[in-house]
């Protein structure tokens, strides 16, 4: 699968995949985190900064790592990673584009607030 058909057949599954409120929260605070960790590994490297460096990834595997406990909250569950490339082509689309589409589309929003009518008695 080329990237432009990843896209497309991750946002086609998006919205069934994040519905939870907890998973939504968690995503709308840490994909930023993951997305500023991302640049300052690039300045960090430029600059010779280990301890930046070392920062900076730590920061991105926190993020990671804390979007996929909220992905267990989930009612379906994302695709199984294929292989190592897969994981990490798929989660730099997500953080980047897909995820950035679905708050700008209005459709985290939307899923917050759906999610908010599911939780009242």
Do not use: D
């Amino acid at each position: 699968m080329n990237i432009p058909q990843m896209l497309q057949w991750q946002w086609s599954s998006y919205l069934r995949n994040h519905n939870s409120r907890e998973n939504l929260l968690l995503h709308i605070i840490l994909v930023p985190l993951f997305l500023a960790a991302n640049l300052g590994l690039a300045i960090a490297i430029l600059n010779g900064s280990l301890m930046a460096v070392m920062g900076c990834i730590g920061l991105m595997i926190l993020s990671i790592s804390m979007q996929g406990k909220g992905h267990s909250l989930e009612e379906y569950a994302a695709e199984p990673f294929s292989s190592p490339i897969n994981a990490i082509i798929r989660l730099l689309l997500e953080q980047w584009i897909t995820f950035p589409r679905f708050v700008l589309s209005g459709h985290w929003f939307q899923a917050l607030q759906s999610s908010k009518k599911r939780q009242l008695p």
